[in-house]
């Protein structure tokens, strides 16, 4: 059973950063394919982001958040991250971890795993 634990939300100025992690335990992290969703109040859950757990770690972003947000894992310590840069107040919302064996089932919005969320609330 893979448990996923989001960190790093909070409260930020438009135009400014935020970094997001997710530390996965309980499977085989190198193995999975890592992703993050959001959901804002009244909204359904939106992919942003995903990054395959290949050797090259190939990544696929919404077009909403292309350019400003980079997604990365760190194998040795179970974790995945979210920087986002540039930030909008339309990038609020709810942001969630997620997990499984391939990007595209974790894109598709079907992953097996998933976190309990971390606010981010972005200020005009």
């Known amino acids: 059973q893979v448990q996923l634990v989001e960190s790093g939300g909070g409260l930020v100025q438009a135009g400014g950063s935020l970094r997001l992690s997710c530390v996965a335990s309980?499977?085989?992290?190198?193995?999975?394919?890592m992703g993050w969703f959001r959901q804002a109040p009244g909204n359904e859950r939106e992919f942003v982001a995903v990054i395959s757990w290949t050797t090259s770690g190939s990544t696929t972003y919404a077009d909403s958040v292309k350019g400003r947000f980079t997604i990365s894992r760190d194998n040795a310590k179970n974790t995945v991250y979210l920087q986002m840069n540039s930030v909008k107040p339309e990038d609020t919302g709810v942001y969630y971890c997620?997990?499984?064996?391939?990007?595209?089932?974790?894109?598709?919005?079907?992953?097996?795993?998933w976190g309990q969320g971390t606010q981010v609330t972005v200020s005009s």
């Open positions: 997620a997990s499984d064996r391939l990007s595209q089932t974790i894109v598709s919005g079907r992953s097996a795993y």
């Open positions: 309980g499977g085989i992290f190198s193995r999975n394919a």
